[in-house]
């Protein structure tokens, strides 16, 4: 074959790919919830983050009111919410009169400076008791402590392999240390954040009422905007750690390692009628502002091995499936959504510590929402979705309603692989 013939060859080849990929049809591209709630209701395209911005201002403010102690000796953890807070601000200052006026109000109450206040009263009680840093710092170090001689076993028995047998116990001793120092450790902070909270909210109490305060004009601000906009009040939900603020619906409550928390939307004013909710939007009967939306895409775990009928789940394997966390995001956006009838005890009756979900971090995730997703009316799934953790991380739980379910081929690296 001469050099032409490659060359016509080579030619043909080219032509060809380039006509697959002209019929190849786009990706669809993914909508977050926000972006198709802003085309249902016409909405400007920074309306819904302005409300994602003041709702972000408005959780922070609210659990550093009521959990002042989880900031202590954390700068840089704090720094970032200040950050954050003070750009959002910076935002607002070029929006409607009431946005200005809000920020004003964020200045006129030095807002920043008596988080500052606060955070440095709490750290003196705290080392007036013994605390001198914060508890994330104190067990990776108990962590660090604990592994080191476990790593230095597994490095001895690769060099002297025949004492091997004798280690073994040593070490499964050493794999289980961390974990139970760790739950001892967390069990006493929470114990004494529980005895020195009312010490802190009795001596600083105008402190944290002026925050209080900011955050109910904020959560009035969010109100009014959005019944401006004529969004729906009931597709909007957060939770909250406190009952302090008006103007909100209280739908559930629950209590996580003694910290109660509140789960809010917002409730219409006397003699304004409800915003009817759109057809294509009667399936968001679920939080539409995820509180940690970046992070949303990565924690998708699939309950494998599931065994259950009928949409109770009796037994799983939790896998974690972040490397399909794209495609698992293309199927829940070609899914319609609703509430699953019965309670998340009812589906999952043997949860327990011996067969959980678990966070990233290791945590067991505490299920707050149960939906039924159809994809593209051919296959129902169940969506869990996960308290957020104390790292600040969501979890959401994908499974089969039913063993004998016939995954459709598309999906079955999801649910199957």
Not at 15 to 38: D, F, L, V, W, Y
Not at 111 to 133: N, P, Y
Not at 147 to 167: D, E, G, K, N, R
Not at 204 to 233: H, Q, S, W
Request: glycine residues 4%.
């Amino acid at each position: 074959m001469n050099d032409t013939e490659n060359d016509e060859i080579k030619k043909s080849a080219s032509s060809e790919n380039q006509e697959e990929k002209r019929k190849k049809p786009e990706k669809r591209a993914r909508k977050s919830q926000g972006q198709m709630i802003q085309e249902a209701l016409g909405l400007g395209p920074t309306d819904i983050q302005d409300v994602e911005k003041k709702l972000f201002i408005v959780r922070f403010l609210d659990y550093f009111s009521e959990e002042t102690l989880d900031f202590i000796f954390k700068d840089k953890t704090l720094d970032q919410y200040t950050k954050q807070i003070t750009a959002h601000m910076e935002d607002f200052s070029t929006k409607g009169e009431e946005d200005i006026l809000l920020k004003q109000s964020f200045e006129s109450k030095r807002i920043l400076e008596t988080i500052h206040k606060l955070k440095g009263k709490a750290e003196e009680i705290a080392s007036s008791k013994g605390v001198k840093g914060s508890m994330d710092k104190r067990l990776r170090r108990l962590t660090l402590y604990l592994t080191a001689p476990m790593f230095a076993l597994i490095i001895v028995s690769f060099f002297l392999p025949q004492i091997t047998y004798f280690i073994l116990p040593v070490l499964c001793v050493f794999c289980m240390l961390p974990q139970v120092v760790r739950g001892r450790v967390t069990k006493k902070w929470f114990e004494f954040k529980e005895q020195n909270k009312n010490q802190i909210y009795s001596e600083y109490r105008e402190d944290i009422m002026i925050l209080k305060g900011f955050t109910g004009e904020t959560l009035d601000n969010v109100r009014a905007r959005l019944i401006e906009l004529k969004v729906p009040l009931q597709l909007i939900k957060f939770m909250l750690y406190s009952r302090d603020y008006e103007n909100l619906r209280l739908l559930n409550q629950k209590n996580i390692r003694g910290t109660r928390q509140y789960f809010y939307s917002f409730e219409y004013p006397q003699g304004v009628e409800p915003v009817p909710i759109p057809q294509q939007l009667l399936q968001y009967q679920q939080p539409i502002i995820p509180k940690k939306a970046e992070k949303l895409e990565k924690n998708f775990i699939v309950l494998s091995e599931m065994k259950g009928r009928d949409g109770v789940i009796n037994y799983f394997v939790p896998t974690l499936k972040d490397k399909y966390a794209e495609k698992i995001n293309e199927m829940l956006n070609n899914s319609k959504f609703s509430k699953a009838p019965n309670d998340f005890t009812t589906i999952m009756p043997n949860y327990s510590e011996n067969m959980v979900i678990y966070c990233v971090c290791g945590q067991v995730v505490e299920i707050n929402n149960v939906q039924i997703c159809n994809w593209k009316d051919q296959f129902k799934f169940y969506l869990f979705e996960g308290e957020q953790c104390n790292c600040e991380e969501i979890v959401y739980a994908l499974s089969l309603m039913d063993e004998s379910a016939e995954v459709p081929e598309e999906l079955k690296d999801i649910f199957l692989s």
